[in-house]
């Protein structure tokens, strides 16, 4: 099975940046890797749902964002290193969540938002302090 796991989250003041981790290991039962797979970020705040922020395509060639984060966080993948980076300048409190990456097949499922994705990372707390 792939497995997520995310780093990089902590403690930032407003204003300040950030650089969110995703590496991919093992392969499916079918022996697709992590290059297979569209990946993107998500978050969720205390008492509100998860919510998309950013999605790259398979090769890296392809990128969306929410509105909100846009112009402020970079979304990129290095398939040699199983890896998705997410850079966040600029953050504001309203930024202040777990921080989730995630992976399907589709890309269109991605966009789609958080309810239907294949795998799942456990999580890191981005918080931003005013």
């Known amino acids: 099975q792939v497995q997520l796991v995310e780093s990089g989250g902590g403690l930032v003041q407003a204003g300040g940046s950030l650089r969110l981790s995703c590496v991919a290991s093992g392969r499916t039962l079918t022996g697709r890797t992590f290059s297979s797979y569209a990946a993107g970020w998500f978050r969720q705040a205390p008492g509100k749902e998860r919510e998309f922020v950013a999605a790259?395509?398979?090769?890296?060639?392809?990128?969306y964002y929410a509105d909100s984060v846009k112009g402020r966080f970079t979304i990129s993948r290095d398939n040699a290193k199983n890896t998705v980076i997410l850079q966040m300048h600029s953050l504001k409190p309203e930024d202040t969540s777990v921080y989730y990456c995630?992976?399907?097949?589709?890309?269109?499922?991605?966009?789609?938002?958080?309810?239907?994705?294949?795998?799942w990372g456990q999580g890191t707390l981005v918080t931003v302090s005013s």
């Open positions: 995630a992976a399907d097949s589709s890309w269109g499922t991605i966009l789609a938002g958080p309810r239907y994705l294949e795998l």
């Open positions: 790259v395509g398979w090769s890296g060639g392809i990128t």
